[in-house]
């Protein structure tokens, strides 16, 4: 079993920076890949960018060049630091992780709200 706990999302004027933080506790050795999605209301959950074991690291087209996704292994956590924020950018936010012979583990979500 892995559990997930997120951190970091709020409300945040345009052109701003949020960096999002989940917690990943559980059968860390066998997680393949860490990553964030997202889900805006009426649409389908989105990749947004994930980074494999081995730290290579694919990003949306939408988030290239805004958003940076990092892991720190010590502390066992994923970051998304997000910046240039656009009112686009507006959605709930997953972390995710896929674990080998597992499957998929979902955190509980935190809200982005980006201004105009």
């Known amino acids: 079993q892995v559990q997930l706990v997120e951190s970091g999302g709020g409300l945040v004027q345009a052109g701003g920076s949020l960096r999002l933080s989940c917690a990943v506790s559980?059968?860390?050795?066998?997680?393949?890949?860490r990553g964030w999605y997202r889900q805006a209301p009426g649409n389908q959950r989105e990749l947004v960018a994930t980074?494999?074991?081995?730290?290579?690291?694919n990003y949306a087209d939408s988030v290239k060049g805004r958003f940076i996704i990092s892991r720190d292994n010590a502390k066992n956590t994923v970051y998304l630091q997000m910046n240039s924020l656009k009112p686009e950018d507006t959605a709930v936010y997953y972390c995710?992780?896929?674990?080998?012979?597992?499957?998929?583990?979902w955190g509980q979500g935190t809200q982005v709200t980006v201004s105009s």
């Open positions: 559980g059968i860390i050795s066998r997680i393949k890949t």
């Open positions: 980074i494999s074991t081995g730290d290579n690291t």
């Open positions: 995710n992780v896929k674990v080998v012979l597992s499957g998929d583990y």
